[in-house]
């Protein structure tokens, strides 16, 4: 079975500065991977995702992932943060290439911006 | 746009009480998944569904049933409700083999309290 491993609970920001989010994943062979974001009190909201191909992907908010097979990893990055980043954001593996569409979460990281 | 709308977004009840949380998806989508979420501890998987009556047991489903009598529709059931139930709910859905990966869509969410 796939997990995953979100390192970080907590990271704060400055606006307009970087921010990267690590997600390590388990799993055999090659993992569907996800990531999520939630406001405050909202459902989640697809980011971006990965299944093949370049093993840079661009999501929607400004947001990119990389896919590093090496590490097992699939971080998430911006360039700049805005204040409306501010959020929980949950990294999600699942079993690619099989019927089986169940996801595994991370336990997530808040990402809190400073003025 | 997917849209999975989630009967209430917030609930209270009484120890004891039969609880019914329902989830509509309008996507015609052939899965279903009821998760709870507690802080620290990300999304657990408490029951999905591959298809109309279908229904498969996820990681945490002591306490729960669920009900899918319709595709569009998958009702997560509390039999009777506990204060350690207390969590805020989410359901999701994802079209199946049609997609490449198969993408889960989140409802807003049921903040259930049991007092």
């Known amino acids: 079975a796939q997990s995953v491993t979100q390192p970080d609970i907590h990271i704060t920001v400055s606006e307009g500065a970087s921010l990267e989010l690590r997600c390590n994943y388990s799993?055999?062979?090659?993992?569907?991977l996800f990531w999520y974001v939630q406001s405050p009190g909202q459902g989640l909201q697809l980011l971006l995702k990965?299944?093949?191909?370049?093993?840079l992907v661009q999501g929607i908010k400004g947001f990119e992932a990389e896919f590093k097979r090496s590490q097992s990893s699939f971080n998430l990055r911006k360039p700049s943060v805005h204040w409306s980043d501010a959020a929980e954001y949950f990294c999600a593996v699942g079993a690619g290439n099989s019927n089986d569409y169940k996801l595994s979460f991370g336990a997530g990281t808040t990402v809190t911006v400073r003025a | 746009d997917v849209k999975v709308t989630q009967s209430s977004r917030y609930l209270v009840k009484r120890t004891g009480e039969k609880v019914f949380l329902e989830c509509v998806q309008d996507m015609d989508h052939e899965n279903m998944f009821w998760y709870r979420q507690d802080p620290g501890l990300g999304l657990r998987l408490i029951y999905f569904?591959?298809?109309?009556?279908?229904?498969e047991k996820g990681d945490i489903p002591e306490g729960y049933s669920v009900s899918r009598e319709k595709k569009e529709r998958f009702s997560l059931i509390l039999e009777s409700a506990s204060t350690n139930q207390t969590s805020m709910y989410l359901c999701?859905?994802?079209?199946?083999?049609?997609?490449?990966?198969?993408?889960?869509?989140f409802g807003p969410g049921t903040r259930l309290t049991v007092l």
């Open positions: 990965y299944f093949s191909g370049d093993t």
């Open positions: 569904s591959y298809d109309v009556k279908m229904k």
């Open positions: 999701a859905s994802s079209p199946g083999l049609v997609e490449i990966p198969d993408t889960q869509y």
């Open positions: 799993y055999g062979a090659t993992p569907y």
